[in-house]
């Protein structure tokens, strides 16, 4: 280990012990884990699911404030700091870290499984299935789950982050983002190794669930594509590739691994973007975009406060606050993330790359994927929706892209599931590497020495392992079901801290004077 850094036994040994010890158990006793965990998640959606959307609408606002004010004017590192990368690959960086496989699987899935009533998401609310107004709805839920609210967490914890850091000069760390509300008492070792134990956990869950979703997503086209069913051998075969990918890019580090595959990776996003919308209903597509915002912004208020009262529980707890739980496991360690990477910049461009862009990117990847499909379904091009019943809410992409034109899903077919192990891939690895940044203090506060080796290795490790546990043995009738429950426990674990988060940007921003 370099002499500028140290092992914090405080942080790394608590959160390795819990997520060590839920990986054993997860082996020998996994129907005591997947009880715990179903527990867990509906005690925590069901009872606090009106805070998850309340914290959820005051960092939508908070950022809005921040972005288009004066304080937008400020500069992250002063007056005369230098961007260290450029624009667009700071946006790659931004982009594919923080979307994940999440985007590509859902991208078609999700619509779908709202257009079909797969699972009862529209019972409550009077929609027909299979309808047009039933189409309007699908597209605008994903909007709201996928665009500007959900990128706003990122956009408070790491604004908050890197203006202390590099303005404030306070340290690197989970502990300095509550400096605003509790002084230097916020670095005593104690309070900050619980905190930082807190978020290593719940960080930990947050990524189980998008490698287990994502080696679902893929199995589910093994399966549907070349009729070859999931078993536990392809889930550790896939895991142990994925892992071994994730973090051997967080082993070269974040200039070497982690920029490459955030480029690649990116490039095929558009790459996929733009076949599909130039092959797709084109009239449909746009169309989606506007009808999917009106409807959106029609029932801003009614969805954005909706504890689980209005939408009911198959369509609040189980799509959008399980959205929510994601967001807050990853925001205290994503925040750093996009600290650590927007020296340089104005607020305002912070807002831009990590909020308003990848959002917009949202809106118009959910329009071309969602609004194709949308229109094939309803057309009789291709039954999507029989597709997702009989093989879990992760399948109907395939259906889809077997059915596009030119033969293109014999190439994009592969393309796709490759682009799903990058997806996960460079967002485990910006992550694997901010985490085990986490378990070492530096001793000369700079954030550019590199954590240890062998601490990515084993946080890569424990999330593959989690992630296969969960994944294969806990999938429930949407089989996805035990990470997304996983996922719930990791952002119940962080919810407190991501509140404190909250506070501290309200308060820095809103109530402090602010230095350039």
Known sequence: MSDKVSLRKGVFVPAFLVTATAVIVGIFKNEWLKATCKSIFSFSLLNFGW??????????FGVLFVTFSKTGNIRIGGRDAQPKYPFHTWFMMALTGGISVGIVNWGINEPMVYFGNVYGELET??????????AHFAI?????????????????????????????KEKFSVAATLTPLFGQKAYNSTVSSILDTLCTIGIVLG??????TGMAFILSGVKVIYGIDSTITLWIILGVAITALFTGAAYLGLDKGIKKLATLNSKIFYALLIILFFTGPIVDICKSLGLGLAVWLDNFWLWGLDPVDIGGEALTVWWTLFDWTVWVAYAPVMGLFLAKISYGRTIREFMIINWILPSI?????????????LNWQMNGVVDLVQILKDNGAVSAVWGFLSHLPLKLGVVLIPVVMITLVLSFSTAADSITH????LCVSQNDSSINDEAPNYLKVIWG????????????????VRGVDGVRQLSAVGAFIVLGVFILQVASFLKVFFMSKLED
């Not at 805070?51 to 939508?60: F, S, T």
């Not at 990524?207 to 287990?212: Q, Y």
């Not at 490790?461 to 429930?476: C, K, Q, Y």
């Open 461 to 476: 490790v424990i999330i593959g392992s989690m992630s296969v546990i969960m994944g294969a043995l806990a999938g429930g």
């Open 125 to 134: 609310l009077g929609i027909e299935p299979l309808s047009a107004q039933a």
């Open 51 to 60: 805070l998850y959307q309340m914290v959820a609408m005051i960092c939508l």
């Open 140 to 168: 605008a839920r994903c909007f709201y789950n996928w665009s500007f609210v959900p990128y706003a967490f990122y956009g408070v914890t790491g604004v908050l982050m890197a203006y202390l850091f590099y303005n404030k």
């Open 361 to 373: 990117f949202g809106l118009v990847w959910f329009s071309v994927w969602g609004g194709t499909a």
């Open 434 to 437: 901010t985490l085990a940044s």
């Open 207 to 212: 990524m189980a669930c998008g490698l287990g």
